[in-house]
């Protein structure tokens, strides 16, 4: 696939979508498998390519996996053997990996594609060092070689919102002797804490014993509800094309992931909440979304961290809604898969919106009619989507490029996107 040509919707966006369980809960409940001998069967667990990255590793460490129609059964002791991890595009494998075998016995070498290799990893290195953990990296990146040794614990105040950086301290944590502390600046996603049964104290610290930790063996073998980030795209194309009704069953609805339907609600969204039940260790809900019209929004703090993933899309609501909206502390972006602030603020502004931005922020003033232009996806699975998604409610054609890196997260968009909107992707070799 070279290129994907999206055409305007030709009328509202109608039915029910079935998206697989999210990445992020996914690569924990696979990684926490490392720490059990017993079985454990992840439903819901997709095909993406990053997570099957991450279950390519768990086999090179000695687990068995099988899958099973859209379940995964982990089962087997891991022995940890030293070698080569390929980590392929996945930010979350080789932060979660450092955490886990800087404090086991052995010598490993992660490595990872060409965008992996260019994001940060001295930002996970250096706490762990600090808990003794032997890690070289090139240049601040990956390959890192780790030498696996004995780990002390750590009081760590992180100045940096990161997940994977909190994940990969709690997973060191857990080899280590003594009691790791670790505190973030603002919440970021809780999928590694609420596995091992962890919350913060209300000064923000999170507390690890690793003589106490129970890791929740049921929790990680529960259905795995729906990637909130995948479904943004729907949520986003349902409330920009008129008169559409979609529904998405079992969503994600961790507060922490959750922050995106909160933003489009207070700007007037029409999104019903239904369903609502816990899932594991996560809660989860069906969503019922319809065309809206939406009024400016703000997003910074603690907000951003919270919706990262979905800024992308949030981006192109915001020049279709009423008004100036602002996204502060956004730096983040320039570190994903992508310079995502370039290719969000440089794509919508070829379609027309009205952007002005600066170091960490940038305003769109909305109420835009979005047109057709040629994307940069820069590979990155989540601006692909976001501009397909924008292609929809845009007038003329918007071309993709480089549309298979949809798979990275959600390998059925494209087959999902021509059955809601019939006649408006065409798939050019
Ligand atoms: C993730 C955390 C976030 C997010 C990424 C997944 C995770 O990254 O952007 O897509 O699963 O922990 P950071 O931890 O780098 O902020």
């Known amino acids: 696939m070279d290129r994907a040509v999206i055409t305007p919707a030709s009328a509202p966006l109608r039915g029910i979508i079935h998206i697989p369980g999210d990445k992020s809960v996914l ?20 095909s993406g390519d990053d997570c099957s990255t991450t279950l390519r590793c768990m086999e090179r460490l000695g687990k068995d996996v099988v899958r099973q129609g859209r379940d995964v059964i982990i089962s087997g002791q891991a022995h940890f053997a030293s070698g080569n991890l390929d980590c ?20 490993w ?85 609420r596995l091992l049964g962890l919350s913060p104290d209300a000064a923000g610290w999170i507390t690890l014993d690793p003589t106490r930790i129970h890791i929740d063996e049921s929790g990680l073998s529960a259905f795995v509800p729906a990637d909130i980030s995948s479904a943004a795209f729907w949520i986003a194309s349902a409330i920009a094309i008129p008169d559409s009704e979609l529904t998405l069953p079992a969503v994600l609805m961790n507060p922490r992931r959750s922050a995106y339907i909160d933003v489009l609600r207070r700007a007037s969204a029409n999104i019903v909440i239904e369903d609502e039940h816990e899932s594991g260790t996560e809660p989860a809900a069906t969503l019922k979304v319809s065309g809206s019209k939406l009024a400016a929004f703000r997003i910074h703090g603690g907000l951003a961290a919270q919706c990262i993933d979905e800024i992308p899309v ?38 027309g919106a009205k952007i002005e931005r600066n170091k960490d922020s940038f305003f769109i003033d909305g109420g835009t009619r979005l047109h057709g232009a040629e994307i940069e996806t820069g590979k990155d699975h989540r601006i692909a989507m976001t501009f397909a998604a924008a292609g929809l409610a845009a007038t003329g054609s ?31 070799c």
């Open 109 to 193: 070498i992660l490595t990872g594609d060409e965008s992996l290799s260019r994001r940060p990893m001295e930002r996970v290195a250096i706490p762990l060092r600090k808990m003794g953990a032997r890690i070289e990296l090139t240049d601040r990146h990956l390959p890192a070689r780790i030498v696996g040794t004995r780990l002390k614990s750590v009081e760590y105040d992180s100045e940096i919102a990161s997940a994977q950086l909190k994940s990969a301290v709690l997973l060191a944590g857990l080899a280590a002797e003594g009691i790791t502390r670790f505190r973030e600046p603002v919440s970021t996603r809780d999928h590694t804490e």
């Open 314 to 351: 949030l981006a192109v609501l915001a020049a279709l809604a009423r008004g100036r909206s602002e996204f502060h502390d956004v730096q983040e972006l320039r570190v994903k898969e992508s310079d995502r602030f370039r290719l969000i603020t440089e794509n919508l502004r070829l379609m």
């Open 88 to 107: 392929g595009n996945s930010g979350t494998t080789a932060r979660l990996l450092m955490g886990i075998l800087a404090g086991r016995e052995g010598e």
């Open 27 to 46: 690569h924990r409940r696979a990684v926490l498998s490392l720490f059990t001998r017993n079985s454990i069967r992840i439903g819901n667990f997709g």
């Open 398 to 428: 918007t071309v993709i490029n480089e549309p298979s890196c949809v798979s990275i997260s959600y390998p059925g968009f494209w087959d999902d996107m021509k059955r809601i909107a019939p006649g408006s992707v065409l798939l050019e």
